[in-house]
């Protein structure tokens, strides 16, 4: 008993310095928690540039602002050095001069060798929808460029004759690589390289330890860690018919890529028709295509970027019927006022636009 009330008056007589102190404590923690958190992301740093022919738009967000700076300098510099390899319209980038030598043994970099590996499993997969060997075409019609036009039949027979992703070689030696493109050949990498540059770069500055980030490489978004909310990034989805930036909804992602591709971009106009930049290899012309857009996200950006451009090719009953044995890819594809979506896409992608009806892909 006496204990108790000896407990009971030290209780009484501290209670006040203890009752303020643990409000102290309690500020203290959460000044150190709001203080940690936005430490933790305080700070943006961004990067404008022009490169692979279109504007970059990157963003790392934390402490650090001279770390990210560097990061962002060194993103900038090793995509100028890519895009010296991968260009097609770089006179001495790899990609030039296996053509410039087609029939010949051409010795290239390490890393455009991965990518004209990649491009040809890719190329096998949609059934040469997607073929990095129809260069001369792209080339003939400068869709995107000042020369522009719609070349004879002739010239695109011609062009046509030499493409064919089967007749690629390439071979390692001692550590080095080459390619072999078949006579007349000439290759364009410009449906999936921008992914490759943005796989790379992200994998650099996570490397690094960069932890939030989001790459935007002319519509190839690349995201690093989760949003500087702490919550998923939101990826929108541009509408096809209005102008930038109204969107049909969205992607809720992290660690992650979002590609679309689409003909509201790159096109070009000539006899009251319009001709995309997204050609048709079967063809060699200007694909024509019911899919408004088509938009993959997946952690492999070189992989979407050169999946949304075969499916933009497939046209819509084709593409679903390519995604319905394939549901862990998130797709979403826009034709009309229809929202196809994979299983894989339901959790992720939400449609904001009324207007336009949601239906999934059944497996
Ligand atoms: P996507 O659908 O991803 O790709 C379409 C492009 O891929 C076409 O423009 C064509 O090049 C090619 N292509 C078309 N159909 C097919 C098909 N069926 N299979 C395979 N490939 C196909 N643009 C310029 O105007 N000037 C430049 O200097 C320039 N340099 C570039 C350098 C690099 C390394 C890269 C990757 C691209 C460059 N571009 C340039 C092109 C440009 O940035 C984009 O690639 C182009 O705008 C198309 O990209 P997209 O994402 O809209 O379409
Ligand atoms: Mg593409």
Known sequence: MSVFIRFKKRAGELSQPRAIFTVLFAVALVALLIFGVSARREKEVVSESFHLGTYINLRAYGR????????LNGAKSEMSRLEGLFS?????SDISRAGASSGEWVEISAETASLAARSLEIANMTGGTFDPTIGAIVKLWGIGTSSARVPSREETAQALAAAGWEKVSLCEEDGKYFIKLAHGQMLDMGAIAKGRVADIVRAKLADDGVTCALLNLGGNVVVIGSAPNGGPWKIGIQHPDEPRGE????????????????????????????????FDPSTGLPAVSDISSVTIADADSTFADALCTALYVMGCAKSLEFMRARPDIAAVVVSDKKVYITPAAKKTFTLTDKNFTLEEIPQ
């Open 247 to 278: 969107y049909i909804g969205f992607f809720a992602v992290t660690d992650s890529s979002v590609v679309t591709s689409g003909a509201y971009e790159r096109y070009f106009e000539a006899d009251g028709v319009r001709y995309c930049h997204i």
């Open 64 to 71: 650090d602002k001279k770390f990210l700076e560097t990061e």
């Open 88 to 92: 097609a319209n770089i006179a001495d």
